[in-house]
Every structure is written in structure tokens, then in C-alpha cells.
């Protein structure tokens, strides 16, 4: 099987910073696709951004210039860095990888359980 696990959620001040983890272990062959989404209290989850197994990314209109995705494959780490926080940015953020595990041809997706973040205004 394979966890994703984030940590770094907590309290902040807006227009202050925080950077979000998310740890994938198991039987990883590979992983393609991470991605963060958020959801908050009363509003559909939504995507933030997505990182692919390349390094390319892709950003949510709302988080543009704010937030940065990156990764580092040789630890199954994904980081989610960000900056200039709003408290509308104020949401349960959860982790998302396409998994290609250990013996299996097909990928999976798998979540994490996510991690509170809360801008104060």
C-alpha cells in the first residue's frame, strides 16, 4: 500500500508565509502526478496546483504568484511553498499523487489526510 502523509499546517498572519510537506512511502515504483488541492469550511475542494513526475506545473488562477509546488523524487516529497497568505487561503489542504506501485502496470491515486492551514486576519 502506499501513505501520503502532509505536515506544516497551522496558524499564520496574513500576508505571512507557511510551507506545506507531503510525504509519499510504500510500494512506490513511481510516482507521476502530485498535486495539492484545499477545501474550506462550506465550499466545494479545489485544486491548487499539480506538479508532474517532469517538473512541470500548473497553478489555480487564485494562487498564481503566491504559491510555488515543487518536489523532490528522490525522497517521494512534494513541498507546497506559500507566500503573501490571504485568509481566504484559510482551508483543509490535502495532497494527491498518481502512484505506480510495485508490481502493478496501472497507476493508482492516493490521498493524504490533510492539513489545516488558518490566515488570521
Known amino acids: 500500500q502506499v501513505q501520503l502523509v502532509e505536515s506544516g499546517g497551522g496558524l499564520v498572519q496574513a500576508g505571512g508565509s507557511m510551507r506545506l510537506s507531503c510525504a509519499a512511502s510504500?510500494?512506490?515504483?513511481?510516482?507521476?502526478?502530485m498535486s495539492w488541492y484545499r477545501q474550506a469550511p462550506g465550499k466545494e475542494r479545489e485544486l491548487v496546483a499539480t506538479i508532474a513526475g517532469s517538473g512541470s506545473t500548473n497553478y489555480a488562477e487564485f494562487v498564481k504568484g503566491r504559491f510555488t509546488i515543487s518536489r523532490d523524487n528522490g525522497k517521494n516529497t512534494m513541498y507546497l511553498q506559500m507566500n503573501s497568505l490571504k485568509p481566504e487561503d484559510t482551508a483543509v489542504y490535502s495532497c494527491?499523487?498518481?502512484?505506480?506501485?510495485?508490481?502493478?502496470?496501472?497507476?493508482?491515486?492516493?490521498w493524504g489526510q490533510g492539513t489545516q492551514v488558518t490566515v488570521s486576519s
Open positions: 510504500g510500494s512506490i515504483r513511481r510516482i507521476n502526478d
Open positions: 494527491e499523487a498518481d502512484v505506480l506501485r510495485l508490481g502493478w502496470v496501472t497507476p493508482l491515486r492516493f
